[in-house]
């Protein structure tokens, strides 16, 4: 019960959080709720073709066969999702060895795969600020904290550039929601801290 709660918080505060929908199905799926673990999935199928399987999954619910649907469900998504986590995984890899151009070409690949990767959009944003696009890079990080909100790093990335671009007010209620959620004594509080400064 507690897990479902912790899931539910989480989808209450981005209903399309990909990690947590997957988890939450797959619980209800260990407790044998395959028609509810469909609908928990449903979010992450819409709009989907056939050349993952989701032909024969539409087969399964018409039938009436939730098992067989909320399984192969999850096998799929999770293949989908890992396949996506692949190709930000190499790009985070090629950023961090200063390879800005193969690493927002891997990013787009994975977050074309899995758009629900917060670090794939942190790390496409971090690329587009190196190569000098920082409207572009400010909607990836707007995305990143879109995908969960208490990511530290892209808040304080997202106030840099917004307080970089004018946007004052914009980086002092994202640097404010940093600060509410933050531990006190953490290293992103002092740097939110300094970040506000420049704009009070």
């Known amino acids: 019960e507690k897990a479902f709660l912790v899931l539910d918080e989480a989808l209450s505060q981005n209903e399309l959080y990909r990690e947590a929908i997957l988890e939450k199905a797959r619980l209800q799926v260990d407790l044998e709720l395959y028609r509810e673990a469909c609908e928990t999935l449903n979010p992450l199928v819409s709009g989907q073709d056939d050349s993952a399987g989701y032909g024969n999954i539409q087969q399964f619910l018409k039938t009436g066969y939730f098992e067989e649907a909320a399984r192969e469900l999850l096998r799929v998504l999770r293949v989908e999702s890992d396949f996506g986590a692949v190709h930000i995984e190499l790009g985070k890899e090629f950023y961090n060895d200063s390879h800005f151009d193969r690493a927002l070409d891997e990013l787009s690949r994975g977050l074309y795969l899995c758009p629900h990767y917060a670090d794939g959009h942190y790390f496409k944003g971090l690329c587009l600020e190196k190569q000098g696009k920082p409207e572009e890079s400010l909607s ?21 550039i917004s307080i970089n671009l004018g946007k004052d007010s914009d980086a002092r209620r994202i640097l404010k929601g940093l600060l509410a959620s933050a531990s006190p004594h953490g290293e992103s509080v002092q740097q939110a801290k300094v970040l506000l400064e420049k704009i009070s």
Request: hydrophobic share 50%; proline share 5%.
């Open 140 to 160: 990836c990080f707007l995305e990143a904290l879109e995908l969960n909100p208490v990511y530290e790093k892209a808040s304080l990335a997202a106030a840099r």
